[in-house]
């Protein structure tokens, strides 16, 4: 998923320019960029003297700052909490003028996983559907005893519970992303 990597990339990268500036003050604390500057106090330096001389605005704009960054990491928050991309109700299509079918998409994942899981060699079976009601994918993650035949089962759960989920939905080129572990 895009939005995995992207956390990813960003955790990675404020993790880095954390250690990185960590090793470089313990490096300026033993003496590694000359031992007057090992002595120096935090703010004995130019940049300290600056915001001193101009504190009225420099302090305003610090503030500013730090209130757009807790803005984009709130939102960043938000996205990661509320934004699933799980799709909403999923319409069946029907032959028939006689209705509407709407099928829940728990009550989907729920029968799929029930009958995954009651397959020899599962241990565990989780899914989830995600994309647009009307155009849904389903993204299946299932974890096989050590002593499973991968393959075997592979071609039991697309032979049996990919074709039952597809059929039921009347949809024969229904996306599945299977995860099998």
Do not use: C
């Not at 960054?69 to 319409?91: E, P, Q, S, Y």
């Not at 060699?121 to 989780?126: P, Q, S």
């Amino acid at each position: 998923m895009r939005a995995d990597r992207t956390n990813r990339f960003a955790l990675t990268l404020l993790g880095v320019l954390l250690l990185l500036s960590g090793a470089a003050a313990m490096a300026a604390s033993a003496g590694a960029f000359g031992a007057a500057f090992s002595r120096r106090t935090l703010f004995a330096n130019r940049v300290g003297g600056y915001v001193g001389q101009h504190g009225s605005w420099v302090w305003q704009a610090a503030a500013g700052v730090g209130l757009i960054l807790a803005l984009v990491v709130l939102r960043w928050l938000a996205a990661l909490l509320i934004g699933t991309g799980r799709a909403g109700d999923i319409i069946v299509p029907d032959g028939d003028d006689q209705g509407t079918t709407i099928l829940r998409p728990a009550a989907l994942t729920s029968a799929l996983t029930r009958e995954i899981s009651s397959y020899h060699g599962v241990e565990a079976a989780k899914g989830r559907v995600v994309g647009d009601g009307g155009n849904p994918e389903l993204v299946l993650t299932v974890t096989a005893a050590a002593s499973a035949d991968l393959n075997a089962l592979h071609q039991r759960i697309e032979a049996e519970a990919i074709a039952h989920a597809r059929q039921a939905l009347g949809l024969p080129s229904l996306p599945v992303r299977l995860d099998l572990a």
